[in-house]
């Protein structure tokens, strides 16, 4: 691990970042609908990180993380945990930079994940899917390759990556009253807070997080950081906890954090693939659906969503029978 | 019916279209994917029109069409009928300006797109999903009513509207060797070969069929029209026949029609779903099935790929048991 995981990374540091990555991430677009507009009450925005070619805004922390290496550190290469998209973005990355990705992923991972991370080269280890296991076998594979770890969002060259994203989304929409997105560790949150605390202090941001996994409503409740091993959500990019990186930012920055239920996130992510037409993960859902269920607090205003990824088992759909939600 | 039918629209009538449409239509964005490009050998450029607040392409079109109204045929409204989503982008047009629409459509039509037209205030007849029964279905609706007839593609203001898209595909792109699109009735492939064969006269327009309802592939061959009466596919938005309007420009400006199978049309689908990340019908699938079973043509190529739309039934999904692909 390194001993600089307490460096708070700067605006400076995310306009660096932007430009590092420039070349290898997307400016994604942004969506509107008319028919969300009339369902929430407020005027929505929809920046599709989807559309990052790995699927998911973790390929600018990532790509912030593996630009900046130097030609030593390069050699050998990087190495992670991940849930699935920080794996499959660093795996992205690394292939773009033509260095080795060693990621520990729990082996209940959805395929589509693992076969996206296969496929940009980067090379797996299946673990228990807590936190304590993950952890403990990443110590493992790291002491084994001398790879550089790349946390997947408590290390500062991530979360100034992923601030890039609400840069872009403040110049797509001119100006923003909220911006939301869903909280795991808080990478894609803290990115959100190092950005618009000075690019646009007067823009709230608001968290949002699945009911199963609300470690995070629970933290900010509580003022201090508690985790939970294994939350079971179907929200599965969510189940990690926050770190003391991310736990700054969170703490000082995040107006609130709403929270939603299985049912509620299934049915928010079937009403985007319907009236937006893009395809998002279930975690991609929350914020939408704490929208839809808090129009006290969004109504009227200009709401900025990050639809932070589109990495889905179609064959698994939620509100199919025999799909994954069909349990819950 | 208008005497006017066989008026061939022009260049210029595709200029003001575009002015006329601007407040009422959506820019689209270009996706492209690395991973589309790699399993297709060609750099492919794909342009969503699934993201028309009304989910087709045929916003443009229906938006020229009631915004040119005058005054006195404005009161009337305008009247259709459609496999969809015509209906419900004539529908959504007619509502943005306050005057009545009235629908023939085929009671096999997908409920999502019954349940659209009905969302915009548009008024649905049902009729059985032969050509010419709603053909006669709608001359009785159209005599009651008095509505303006757009018809879905064999109409000069529908064409010019359509014919928008490709202009902005052009800017988007710094242009395109090959622009694919779907060919049903012929009207996007019109509004291409019209816009195309003045802005970039090098730049191919390649059709894309069912060979379930290769009608226009035949036609092409045959040298006239041929019209099959209500042909079985998932591309539900592809049965219909060329009509004198849309032969005139698919005889004369398109290169080349190829087919693809229903298996093949499902696997594009899903396959674009899944790199993509956007929901989109099985009618905008067909022509990346094409370039993906005809390589020698396209690769090396930058082909673009008009997205014609995304209302799909998200419960019936054509590779989920039980979904629409399933007997198939």
Request: charged share 20%.
């Amino acid at each position: 691990m390194k001993d600089t995981i307490m460096d708070i990374p700067t605006y400076d540091d995310m306009l660096a970042a932007h430009d590092r990555i420039a070349l290898h991430v997307r400016r994604t677009p942004v969506r509107v609908s008319d028919h969300l507009n009339d369902l929430t009450g407020a005027q929505m925005f929809f920046k599709c990180e989807n559309f990052q070619e790995p699927g998911a805004f973790k390929a600018r922390g990532a790509a912030n993380a593996v630009f900046g290496l130097d030609a030593a550190q390069a050699e050998r290469g990087v190495a992670t945990h991940s849930s699935g998209n920080h794996a499959s973005c660093l795996s992205y990355a690394a292939m773009r930079r033509g260095i080795p990705c060693n990621v520990v992923m729990p082996h209940t991972a959805p395929q589509a994940k693992k076969d996206t991370v296969a496929r940009y080269g980067g090379k797996i280890t299946e673990c228990d899917p807590s936190t304590t296991a993950r952890e403990a076998t990443f110590v493992r594979v790291q002491a084994e390759t001398g790879g550089d770890f790349v946390h997947p969002y408590n290390d500062p060259r991530v979360i100034a990556g992923q601030g890039t994203c609400s840069r872009e989304f403040m110049e797509q929409t001119d100006g923003l009253d909220v911006v939301a997105a869903p909280i795991g560790g808080g990478g894609m949150i803290s990115g959100t807070c190092l950005t618009l605390s000075t690019l646009a202090p007067e823009t709230q941001v608001i968290a949002a997080e699945p009911d199963q996994a609300d470690d995070a409503y629970r933290s900010l409740q509580a003022g201090y950081i508690i985790a939970d091993d294994a939350p079971e959500t179907i929200a599965d990019g969510l189940k990690v906890p926050l770190k003391d990186l991310t736990w700054h930012f969170v703490s000082n920055h995040v107006s609130e954090i709403f929270t939603a239920s299985e049912q509620e996130i299934v049915a928010s992510m079937k009403l985007a693939w319907k009236h937006l037409r893009i395809v998002l993960e279930p975690s991609s859902a929350v914020p939408l659906a704490c929208v839809l269920k808090n129009p006290g607090t969004f109504a009227g205003k200009r709401v900025g969503i990050i639809v932070t990824g589109g990495n889905v088992d179609l064959d698994r759909l939620p509100w199919v029978q025999g799909g994954q939600g069909d349990d819950r």
